[in-house]
Protein backbone atom coordinates (compact mmCIF):
# COMPACT_ATOMS: atom_id res chain seq x y z
CA UNK A 1 0.00 0.00 0.00
CA UNK A 2 3.11 2.26 0.78
CA UNK A 3 4.19 1.59 -2.19
CA UNK A 4 1.25 2.79 -4.23
CA UNK A 5 1.35 6.17 -2.58
CA UNK A 6 5.02 6.97 -2.94
CA UNK A 7 4.59 6.22 -6.50
CA UNK A 8 1.24 8.34 -6.84
CA UNK A 9 3.00 11.31 -5.06
CA UNK A 10 6.11 11.34 -7.57
CA UNK A 11 3.80 10.57 -10.25
CA UNK A 12 1.36 13.69 -9.34
CA UNK A 13 4.90 15.77 -8.59
CA UNK A 14 6.30 14.98 -12.30
CA UNK A 15 2.69 16.00 -13.77
CA UNK A 16 2.47 18.75 -11.92
CA UNK A 17 6.19 20.08 -12.99
CA UNK A 18 4.68 19.30 -16.74
CA UNK A 19 1.42 21.74 -16.34
CA UNK A 20 4.39 23.99 -14.81
CA UNK A 21 6.14 23.61 -18.04
CA UNK A 22 3.49 23.93 -20.08
CA UNK A 23 2.45 27.41 -19.24
CA UNK A 24 6.00 28.59 -19.40
CA UNK A 25 6.37 27.50 -22.75
CA UNK A 26 3.05 28.20 -24.09
CA UNK A 27 4.05 30.36 -26.77
CA UNK A 28 6.52 27.20 -28.54
CA UNK A 29 4.86 24.75 -30.72
CA UNK A 30 7.65 22.05 -30.27
CA UNK A 31 9.95 21.67 -27.81
CA UNK A 32 13.58 19.67 -28.11
CA UNK A 33 13.72 15.76 -27.26
CA UNK A 34 17.43 15.30 -27.76
CA UNK A 35 20.57 17.23 -28.52
CA UNK A 36 24.17 16.27 -30.10
CA UNK A 37 27.08 16.94 -27.50
CA UNK A 38 27.80 20.53 -29.41
CA UNK A 39 24.16 21.37 -28.82
CA UNK A 40 22.49 21.48 -31.99
CA UNK A 41 18.74 19.73 -31.61
CA UNK A 42 18.64 16.29 -33.02
CA UNK A 43 14.45 15.65 -32.88
CA UNK A 44 11.57 17.65 -31.44
CA UNK A 45 8.15 16.46 -30.57
CA UNK A 46 4.73 18.49 -30.45
CA UNK A 47 5.04 20.35 -26.66
CA UNK A 48 2.07 18.80 -24.90
CA UNK A 49 3.95 15.48 -26.52
CA UNK A 50 7.26 16.35 -24.71
CA UNK A 51 5.59 17.59 -21.80
CA UNK A 52 3.70 14.46 -20.91
CA UNK A 53 6.51 12.12 -22.13
CA UNK A 54 8.45 11.85 -18.65
CA UNK A 55 5.52 12.07 -16.53
CA UNK A 56 3.62 8.93 -18.63
CA UNK A 57 6.71 6.89 -18.53
CA UNK A 58 6.81 7.04 -14.47
CA UNK A 59 3.31 6.60 -14.52
CA UNK A 60 4.04 3.07 -16.47
CA UNK A 61 7.27 2.47 -14.43
CA UNK A 62 5.94 2.68 -10.66
CA UNK A 63 2.20 0.86 -11.82
CA UNK A 64 4.69 -1.68 -12.91
CA UNK A 65 6.31 -1.72 -9.86
CA UNK A 66 3.00 -1.67 -7.56
CA UNK A 67 2.41 -4.75 -9.47
CA UNK A 68 5.58 -6.49 -9.28
CA UNK A 69 5.56 -5.44 -5.03
CA UNK A 70 1.90 -6.67 -4.81
CA UNK A 71 2.77 -9.96 -6.50
CA UNK A 72 6.14 -11.03 -4.71
CA UNK A 73 8.23 -10.48 -1.64
CA UNK A 74 11.26 -9.34 -1.35
CA UNK A 75 14.27 -11.91 0.39
CA UNK A 76 13.98 -11.96 4.10
CA UNK A 77 16.13 -8.80 5.48
CA UNK A 78 15.50 -6.81 2.58
CA UNK A 79 11.85 -5.78 3.43
CA UNK A 80 12.81 -2.33 4.24
CA UNK A 81 14.86 -1.68 0.76
CA UNK A 82 11.37 -1.29 -1.06
CA UNK A 83 10.41 2.19 0.03
CA UNK A 84 13.96 3.76 -0.02
CA UNK A 85 13.96 2.08 -3.86
CA UNK A 86 10.81 3.91 -5.08
CA UNK A 87 12.42 7.09 -3.50
CA UNK A 88 15.66 6.68 -5.39
CA UNK A 89 13.74 5.90 -8.62
CA UNK A 90 11.01 8.96 -7.97
CA UNK A 91 13.72 11.74 -7.32
CA UNK A 92 15.60 10.26 -10.74
CA UNK A 93 12.36 10.86 -12.52
CA UNK A 94 11.88 14.54 -11.29
CA UNK A 95 15.94 15.12 -11.81
CA UNK A 96 15.78 13.79 -15.53
CA UNK A 97 12.84 16.10 -16.08
CA UNK A 98 13.66 19.36 -14.63
CA UNK A 99 17.08 18.45 -16.40
CA UNK A 100 15.04 17.96 -19.69
CA UNK A 101 13.34 21.34 -19.14
CA UNK A 102 16.44 23.22 -18.02
CA UNK A 103 17.88 21.92 -21.68
CA UNK A 104 14.80 23.00 -23.24
CA UNK A 105 14.75 26.73 -22.09
CA UNK A 106 18.33 27.02 -22.92
CA UNK A 107 17.66 26.10 -26.55
CA UNK A 108 14.47 28.15 -26.65
CA UNK A 109 16.36 31.03 -25.66
CA UNK A 110 19.36 30.73 -27.55
CA UNK A 111 17.00 30.34 -30.62
CA UNK A 112 14.78 33.69 -29.86
CA UNK A 113 18.37 35.85 -30.18
Known sequence: METALVGTLFCLASCGIAIWANKRLRSEARL???WWLGGEV???APRPIALAFVPALA?????GLAVIFFYTRPRPGQEWMMIPSLFAIGFMFLAVQVFHLWMVEKTVRRDDR
Do not use: G, K
Open 32 to 34: PMQ
Open 42 to 44: IWS
Open 59 to 63: VLVFA
